[in-house]
């Protein structure tokens, strides 16, 4: 016990080691060549713009942040919240709004200088570029690392210290551990009172992704629409007054969203296996087939594979590297070494974890590789049906001779399609990483096999999200060079930078997705578990009635998770269950109207101001009237605010409101509707999006006629329609899937307790 | 009981007075004018190609057919099939495909009919094309309900006659029913041999829909391309090679297309129904809470309430006249007299059976008007989301000046927030109809409360279908009109009808969208009632291992719903159950995918055809050569025939494959997954399909500069891309459901019995 107990120290002292590295990188990075004079100013222009526009969000940011404290505050005094949520979701909010700084910080100082990098050489430009994006990778594990870490100690350390107590301890007048407490009921309070702060996370990241959604397509939409298809100019031109916005844009988009999203997930799917792995522990010393010992390994296991996976990240960022002169390929097999080369560490680590007996059971190495399997074929699955060298994007380069229609439909079946492939690859890892956690004999340790292969496939985020976010960068360092006016020659290699990073991207992407999808199946489990310790405190003072069984405080406390299935009817033939898993697709249908209309109402506004500007600033396209970047910005930055705040909220709201009227099965059922039809949905939009613009780029190389030929314009048409599918709506479905379940578990006291009045009073329960 | 007995041959004499009316329907507009030699010269031409075409769909799905019946015969020979079923299944496809060809002979009759009535008044128009729509309404019914009693007949009365038999019944070498079989036994045998005629009626349903769809919609896509944007010629004008094809898809889909869909959903409303209720008849008289009458009017209520209904559509039928000179509004209000009249006769109806005893309990009259609320409402909501009068159609016309992406991005989240009311409107009415039922006590019987307000809903399915089928005629009347050179008043007239059909179809639309998911939510139910049966048979030597139960014949036999949910661990913890949901999530996805890649595929070939008899025929656009329509008709029906065999088969194989490897839960939540997906997906592309087309319609009335503006080219765009939504892919996927459902249903023996042994195989079974 003890052995484990220090190996767990890993995980604070890795996340320490992460956020030293990110310093160091940002100081080397900071040290490179800021270029021209006018370079300097372009990339002050998109910092101000970026900054501007994170600070604005914020702003609203913590005002929805402070109305939901104040409810749960309230909530905690009245004793149907736990005291320690309120500060669990603030610092979950807060290191995720600081990582979204940081990278921002980052990003904006890194474009001019990787475009003076690339001046000098392809080599140099792709280091300072990843460095910057290795900030981001390292900034979102170490903090998101730490934070976890932080917690589990104050809460072990300092708060539930005293084990086989007698008189129970509390705060704020509420009871926090009863009388007798054990080990594994320890740590089944702690970290069922730890997943609370993945709500702040999710939030914070629900806002980053809408907000800087419907920002960064407002200004790539309306650029695009009035620059390069009506006044003719090309991309990134510095007479489009909407270009500073366009590149702020990629910043507040790519990196704050993604990194937010990523941060979201990395301690989603570790708190969520921590959870579970507290319930079977639980659960094996009461059927008398585990020990405390066990208990705390399964509890600790996810936070030690996340601290060693993080010191395998920096180890490989080192071998991120290329002699000079490299070609394309030496770059990307640089990169490739990297990634995939981390995978195959972890899984070696984790072979030495077994035999070191930090694991218990080899099945959950096999679950951790079914979960890595699976995110490798999502990425190649996703690279086939985007990438424009297989035959669906090209077969929608082919419909553009056609027509616009015809390359929409095309493209549209397309990302239908491509949701073939990963829905059958998550199906298998699912019953893989169950079954080989043991799942079939025993249900909670494969639920936790579940969580494990996320936290598994997420433990190298560091080196992932680095190649992920320095392609952004790398845009915005083209984006900076054309604008004062480099060499063709630096733009010809921030481009390849780019191509190099959507290529990696892909790889991510599936490790995003797949992970997300199985982090949200732990969730749901997790969800159960945080049922049922409600329902035992709710039963403190007698009974506490749960559908059709009475269960005492006693009954609760050692109920399994079949136990609360069985009382609550969570079958598929309860309807309320299946009235929620209607709402639940639905949800994730209107949430994308919605943020699809936003995108369409902020990039008119856009398209607008550009319009007036062409028409009232003389001498703007002849170069010599200056165009007014700061308005285009404060338009993204407006739209951006008014438009993300509804469909945030209705995510918060819906599942609150849902669990009141259809209790915890419409709960179950919402949130496993939103994971199906929002996964599918999301697939198909991302990969939709993703096809578009490749088949346009294809044509831009010569196929059907190439440039302005009217199978280009057709091309565009698909492109634009791609732009919020896959930067807007689809990557936020991804958060609302996990926001919706972060809400529940969150909102847990508030249903168990209020739902079963409301149904009395509708006369929708079971009598 | 005997007044119940001779009550439910109200049933029998209403479906051949269906008959009976529709012959003389018939007649009474074969006897209406045909019109000048040219008009019946084109209305030759396109009867010829629908009838071409009808008899090579019906030869692919006759050896599809051919197909499954020997399977079913083998596996009825090694006693895992019921031995009716092989008939049943044929019967049920012979009946529905017989309603496509009368269908179909009659609005192809009709067309130049009603283009001379309109001549010669707009209420001779609408009487020939109502009739027709009549006759085609009738025929559905006429049909479904005599199939439906005459299998009831010859069960009750010849098959399983011996009640309380000593011996039991065999028929080639099956046993039927076991000894000492009581009443509601036999119910319960008889009903569930029934409902397995539901799958011949849904496979055929899926072929016409999917083949009519794609042919429909290539010929229309490849006429608008050519004929309409590159050559500028009008709609329907007789130079265009397509627009012959383009008529007969309009009969192809829209008719025989929908004919089948709703024929299908109709049987399988009453079929579904009537198996719960015996399933109900039986627990209750084990429970003793019940009686022998009760299980019986619970079996045969669903067929008497659809008899009643079809006597009083005709009734409403005659009610469907207007004075001459009657305004457009006249004309509505007589429709709405028909359609809205016919629901409230239901209702009051239901109330004097209630009263008479034939219904047992007044909930169920409360779920009947819960479902027609929500037929009313979800029609309104497509109303409002798809007419140009109001504003989300308005909005898409908006986007429009802005080009063609806005356009489809603007449609395509107007399609998603679509599915908000619809989803909301089905979930308050799944939880009425269970509720009122009295499904909170008593959950068989609130799903039963599901099926019948799907019942209810259906029961003047005669009216509203014939309100529906006219429009079709209507437009092929404008057809008519168009290339025989009449009078442009006319045209005016048919348009007039046209557009009256489509806000009546509104309303038809949201009762078939309602019933539908009521109908699957039924069908689940009784699915479970099948696997009950079914391993009731399969423990007859012994027992059969359920989950962890080892069912006895005799358990399996008394045992409630619940008692297969528990065994099974039909929960939505289970992972297995939540694999299906995913894979049942993405086939709704990928099944819409490959019915609009084929419509993409045959209107390339359609658009080849047409540009090259463009270029090839001497005089085509100065009218003084005749362009080749049989050519154009080939490729529409050879492209269908080709195209629509793959994803129809992937319908037929995917259930019993995921029923083999994931057992009964994964086919549980297969079902579940595709229909809450398929129900929300559907929606969004019907809606989304709709709106496009009326906002170009919006436009071409003269907004943002009428016909020919940069606004009008991009509303055609957006009509195109929705053309293959709202008319391929969107109506296919309502049958997708139900016929998922239904082979699981057939397949219930298959599955039960070998997915086992092959979960053992692949140790993904609970030990």
Redesign the interface.
């Known amino acids: 016990m003890t052995v484990i107990t220090a190996l767990w120290w890993i995980a604070p002292v890795a996340s320490v080691f992460a956020l030293l590295f990110a310093v160091l990188f940002y100081r080397k990075m900071m040290a490179a060549n800021e270029g021209s004079e006018t370079m300097i100013e372009i990339a002050g222009h998109v910092r101000e713009g970026a900054m501007a526009y994170l600070f604005r969000q914020y702003k609203v940011v913590i005002i929805v942040f402070v109305v939901l404290l104040i409810i749960f505050q309230i909530l905690a005094l009245a004793g149907i919240q736990n005291p320690f949520v309120p500060i669990a979701f603030l610092t979950g909010g807060f290191f995720s709004g600081l990582c979204g700084y940081i990278g921002m910080k980052t990003a904006t100082a890194a474009s001019s200088r990787t475009a003076q990098g690339c001046s000098e050489g392809l080599n140099h430009g792709l280091q300072v570029a990843f460095r910057s994006g290795a900030v981001m990778g390292l900034v979102v594990v170490g903090f998101g690392l730490l934070d976890i870490c932080l917690w589990y100690l104050i809460l072990d350390k300092l708060v539930y210290t005293d084990v086989n107590m007698t008189n129970g301890l509390s705060i704020i007048g509420m009871e926090l551990v009863q009388e007798g407490c054990t080990v594994s009921e320890k740590l089944v309070h702690i970290t069922t009172t730890m997943i609370t702060f993945g709500m702040g996370a999710s939030t914070q990241a629900l806002f980053a992704r809408v907000g800087g959604g419907i920002y960064t397509k407002a200004a790539d ?1 309306g650029a695009d ?1 009035v620059g390069k ?1 009506e006044a003719g100019i090309p991309e990134d031109d510095p007479r489009n007054p909407a270009t500073i916005a366009d590149n702020v844009g990629d910043n507040v988009g790519d990196v704050a969203g993604m990194g937010a999203d990523l941060y979201e997930s990395y301690c989603g799917s570790i708190l969520a296996t921590a959870a579970l792995g507290a319930a079977v522990g639980a659960h094996n010393i009461m059927n008398g087939s585990g020990t405390e010992t066990e208990a705390i390994k399964l509890v600790t296991a996810p936070m030690i594979v996340a601290g060693i996976g993080t010191l395998l990240s920096i180890m490989g960022m080192f071998m991120v590297k290329c002699k000079e002169g490299a070609t394309q390929k030496n770059l990307l097999n640089a990169l490739l070494t990297g990634t995939l080369g981390s995978s195959i560490a972890i899984v070696i680590a984790l072979i030495a974890m077994k035999m070191f007996g930090i694991i218990p059971g080899w099945g959950l190495v096999g679950s951790v590789i079914a979960g890595l399997a699976a995110g490798v074929i999502i990425g190649q699955a996703t690279e086939y049906y985007t990438s424009d060298e297989y035959k669906p994007t090209q077969g929608i380069a082919d ?1 553009a001779v ?5 390359t ?3 493209g ?6 491509s ?2 492939i990963p ?2 690859t ?2 298998i890892a ?2 893989c990483a ?2 080989f956690a043991g ?3 025993n ?1 909670s340790m ?2 936790y096999g ?1 969580g494990f292969a996320a936290v598994g496939m997420l433990a190298t985020l560091g080196i992932t999200l680095a190649t992920d976010a320095y392609g952004p960068i790398a845009d915005n360092a083209g984006g900076n060079a054309e604008m004062a006016g480099l060499d063709p020659e630096v733009r010809e290699r921030t481009d390849a930078l780019d191509s190099l990073g959507n290529t990696t991207a892909a790889t991510g992407k599936g490790f995003a997705i797949g992970s997300a999808a199985l982090t949200a ?1 732990a969730l ?2 997790a969800y ?1 578990e945080e049922v049922k310790l409600w329902i035992a405190k709710l039963a403190e003072d007698g009974e506490f009635m749960v559908g059709t069984v009475n269960f005492t405080k006693e009954m609760a406390e050692h109920a399994g ?1 079949m136990d609360f ?2 009382a609550y009817e ?4 309860n ?5 929620g ?6 949800m ?3 949430f ?3 943020t ?2 936003a ?2 109402r902020a ?2 506004a856009m ?1 607008e101001e550009v319009r007036r500007q062409f028409k009232e600033i003389p001498g703007i396209m002849e170069g010599t009237g200056k165009p007014d970047y700061a308005s285009c910005v404060a338009i993204s930055t407006k739209g951006a605010q008014k438009e993300m705040l509804v469909p945030s909220l209705l995510a918060i709201i819906i599942p609150v409101v849902t669990g009141l009227i259809l209790g915890v099965p419409g709960v ?2 919402l949130l ?2 939103g994971l ?2 929002g ?3 999301a697939t ?1 939009l991302n990969n939709a999006g993703g096809a578009w613009d490749n088949a346009k780029k294809f044509v831009e190389k010569g196929a059907h006629g190439g440039k302005g030929s009217e199978a280009h314009k057709a091309a ?2 698909g492109d ?2 791609g732009d ?1 599918c896959k930067d807007t709506s689809g990557p936020s479905l991804n958060i609302l899937i996990k926001l919706m379940t972060m809400v529940s578990v969150v909102f847990t006291p508030v249903v168990v307790k209020f739902s079963p009045i409301i149904q009395e009073l509708l ?5």
Do not use: E
């Not at 056609?402 to 015809?406: F, K, L, N, Q, Y």
């Not at 969570?570 to 033939?573: K, R, T």
């Not at 898993?581 to 639905?586: K, N």
């Open positions: 939409v629409l298809v419909q056609m027509g616009p229609a015809t929409i439909i095309d549209l079946a397309t990302g239908m399609y949701a073939g829905v059958i998550i199906v699912i019953i169950f079954g799942g079939f004999s249900m494969g639920l579940i199946m749901l489990a159960i998770i299935v069985n969570l079958h598929i033939m309807p309320l269950l299946l009235c898993l209607f709402v639940g697709g639905m994730a249908f209107v994308c109207a919605m699809m209309k995108v369409g990039a008119g398209v179950m059922g496993a509707g199906v039809c996964f599918v949905l198909m565009v048409v634009t329609v919020p006369h929708i329960t079971t009598k």
